[in-house]
Structures are given as C-alpha cells and as structure tokens.
C-alpha cells in the first residue's frame, strides 16, 4: 500500500503541471507567451502513422547505380552468363555541411543477399576537413572506384592486388578522417574494427566468421589506416600519387599482427593517353588456418594498366583500348598456383553516356606452380542509372 500511494503521489505531481498549463490555455490570453504555441508537436493521425515518419525536410534525396553482365570463358571450362553487379547508392544532402550515403551490391555468389558496402555521415568543416563516420571502404590503395566499380574501372576482372590481396570490398565500421589542401597535398586516416581472424581473399571481411555482417570487433585492438599523397593538374596533364599504410591484430586473442605498406600513382594526358600502377606488400604473423589454402600475412602484389581513350561521334561517345599486366603471390614462403602473372588486354567502347561495352582476355601464367590452362576471355555491358 505505502508503494502505490508513492507512485500515485508521483503520477498526480508529474500532472499537475499539466493540468494547470491546460486550465491557462483554456482562460483568455493575458499576455504574448502564454499563447505561444509549444515548441514540439506531435502528428498522430492515421495518415502521419503510416509515413515513413523520420527524415530531413531540408534533405534533397538522390538514387544512383548500374546493372554489369558478362559473358565469361575460361580454358576447358564451361561458359557462362553472370549478372555480376547489380549496384545501388542513395545520398542525402541534410544540411550545407552534412551528407549522408548508403551503397548496396546484389551479392551474385551462393547467399544471393543484397550487400550494405558503405553506410556513413560526412560532416564537411571544409576542403581541408571531413570527418566521416559509420561503415566505409578501408583508405589504402588506389580508391575502390577505380578497381572494382564497373563504371570506372577499364578491365572487367578484378585486379587480384585488390581482390585478393586486400580484400576486395573491405570496409569498416569506424571514423575516417580526411581532405585537400589548396597546394594539392591530400590526406585519409581511419580507426576501425579491423579484419575478423582471416586472410582468405575475396570478401574476407564478410566471409571470416558466420556472423560478422555487423562488423563487430573481435579483440580490444582497432586497425588504423592511412593513405595520403599529392594530386596536382596543369599543363602536362592529370597527376596523382600516394602511399599506404595499414596495420592491426585481427585474430581474437589480439596477437596476430596485419601490415599493408604500398605505393600508387595515376597521370591522365589531356589527350586521353592514362596510366595506373600500383604496389602493395602485406606482412607480419600468420594465421594456421589460412596456411592450408596457401595464403600468408607474407604476400605482395603489383598492377600496371596503360589505355587511351578516343572520342568520335560526340563528345559523349567513345573508345578505349587498355593493356595491364599484374602479379600476385600470396605466400612469399610457398610456391603454389595462385601465385599469378597476367597479361591483358581489352577494348571499352561507350557509343552513348552511361552505356559501356567491354571485352578482354588474358593470358594467365603460373609463376611457382605448375602451368595450368588458364587463360580466359570477358565480354561485359555496364549501364549506369
């Protein structure tokens, strides 16, 4: 009895405020701010319950993405038909300095799941500032965009430097730091989780542990990240070039240390004539379980990629022919079939904006291993929306 007379004092003293604020609104305005209307208010008809109910009036919401089919032959295999990517971003622009993005991939392999790649608020102090937080790609390397986006990047296989070596679409949940300066110096420093307990290639950061999509840590130590270099443009043409650094203990004892060290460059001529090469090494304690599949914390790779892109018809439509060569070895210690040398070249024609055709082959050779065939061909379309 002595508890519920408590709470009904407390009831009656948190209502009583209330009720003696309804008698005042009832009773003729005396003056200014009693009339004043309250500063939250509420929308509770049907109409206003079944509404998404959240969001920005001030937001200016954008959809983007593509659709990537292939055709894809390899030696003494079957051909095939892929719907490779099917990509979505949506962007928000919430306020002058504050931006928000998601970035979604349908997952073609056996899960067939829609893939969150990014989810993350910038907030823009300026040029030289922006502090970034939520789940983004890893800053090490040249930028994702131009290695495994199909809009941008030349070849339609994935270089194995980054799918292999690095991950593919590795991305944290964390804080990133970055920006430009007016002299063109350039810096992107992150903190987060790290890579859960493997160095399997491919999704690894997925792919590691039954249920890590939610990117969770798993031991006390945080990987940080650093890529940061000079991006100049004259006369001469288009130049960027940076360097990488990475490291972290992703095992969940917090013992096993993780380290990327590389080096990257781009030059664009204003006459289209490009070049993009690339250098990474990985090193530091192994992982017993990733021994079996020949894969090591020693490992490195390198990719270089000339083209020269030709307009004709209009300034929308053109053609690119592109040579790349590159190597990878994923077990300095070891000698097995994955450790690659291939050659390549293919054609990228664009006859209307947003609309890419591509072909390539490659000549695949066995640096260590015994020589497989293993050669391959690609045809592809990418149409951006």
């Given amino acids: 009895m002595f508890s519920r007379s408590v709470i009904g004092a407390l009831v009656v003293g948190l209502m009583a405020p209330a009720i003696s604020s309804a008698q005042q609104s009832a009773a003729p305005a005396q003056s200014t701010s009693a009339a004043q209307e309250p500063v939250t208010k509420e929308d509770m008809k049907l109409n206003a319950d079944k509404d998404i109910s959240y969001g920005a009036e001030t937001s200016f919401l954008t959809w983007h993405g593509y659709v990537r089919l292939e055709y894809f032959k390899q030696q003494e295999d079957v051909s095939s038909f892929d719907l490779h990517e099917l990509y979505l971003s949506t962007k928000a622009q919430v306020a002058k300095q504050v931006s928000v993005t998601a970035e979604f991939e349908y997952e073609h392999g056996a899960d067939e799941v829609i893939l969150p790649l990014q989810a993350y608020v910038d907030y823009t102090f300026r040029p ?3 502090v970034r937080a939520g789940s983004f790609y890893v800053p090490i390397g040249l930028p994702r965009a131009y290695t495994l986006r199909g809009p941008k990047s030349r070849m339609i296989r994935y270089s194995p430097l980054t799918h292999d070596l690095m991950f593919e679409n590795w991305s944290e949940m964390g804080v990133n730091v970055y920006g430009q300066a007016k002299n063109g110096l350039f810096y992107d420093v992150a ?46 043409g288009q130049l960027n070039v940076a360097g990488s650094y990475a490291t972290q203990y992703y095992d969940p004892a917090g013992e096993r240390a993780l380290t990327f060290a590389g080096v990257d460059a781009r030059y664009l001529h204003p006459n289209g004539f490009r070049i993009q090469t690339e250098y990474m090494k990985r090193s530091g304690d192994d992982n017993p379980t990733d021994l079996e599949n020949g894969i090591a914390a020693a490992a490195n790779g390198w990719t270089f990629q000339v083209s020269k ?18 190597s990878i070895d994923l077990n300095e210690h070891t000698a097995t079939n994955a450790d690659e040398l291939t050659s390549a070249i293919g054609l990228v024609v664009s006859p209307v904006e947003h609309y890419i055709i591509r072909t390539e082959f490659d000549w695949v050779s066995e640096r260590h291993g015994a020589p497989l065939r293993n050669n391959k061909f690609w045809a592809g379309i990418v149409a951006e929306f």
């Fill in 128 to 130: 030289e500032l922006t």
């Fill in 191 to 236: 903190v987060g989780n790290g890579m859960p307990n493997t160095m399997a290639p491919g999704d690894s950061w997925r792919e590691g542990e039954p249920h890590i999509e939610d990117r969770r840590d798993n031991n006390n130590n945080k990987a940080t990240f650093f890529h940061g270099g000079y991006n100049g443009n004259g006369a001469y």
């Fill in 309 to 326: 892109r030709q307009l004709f018809n209009s300034r929308k439509s053109f053609y690119e022919p592109v040579f790349q060569i590159d």
